[in-house]
């Protein structure tokens, strides 16, 4: 993991973000898919960064759930999100989460302000 504008090696910054992916899923629907599902995109988080993969799942509404993905961006690729959102290997696992949740899919992107 870098910190928050760490300059690298080749002298990028890299930038932390934190992603949410807020959805729910039909009432008949097995949470475990959703986990193996994860599982199965690993290695498309470590294509754009992510550290970590965390899903939430709400004690109240069982079918609501929050995936969380905390990952390192170059900080080019911030000013431009458009080139990431344009990446055949984004668009492919994208793809998969709308197959696999039908609904909509509220996503935001969180930059940590205190450490």
Known sequence: MT???ETRVDGATTLNRTLHLRFTLPTTADPEQVVAFI???QPYFGLFGG???RLLQN?????QFIQI????VHESFESS???IACDPRLQAFLQGWRQMFPGTIEVDVFREVTT
Do not use: F, I, M, W
Request: aromatic share 10%; no cysteine; proline share 5%.
């Open 69 to 72: 993905l905390d990952y390192d």
């Open 59 to 63: 004690v109240d509404y069982p079918s």
């Open 81 to 83: 999100r458009q080139q």
């Open 51 to 53: 550290r970590e993969v």
């Open 39 to 41: 599982k199965a995109a």
């Open 3 to 5: 910190k928050q504008g």
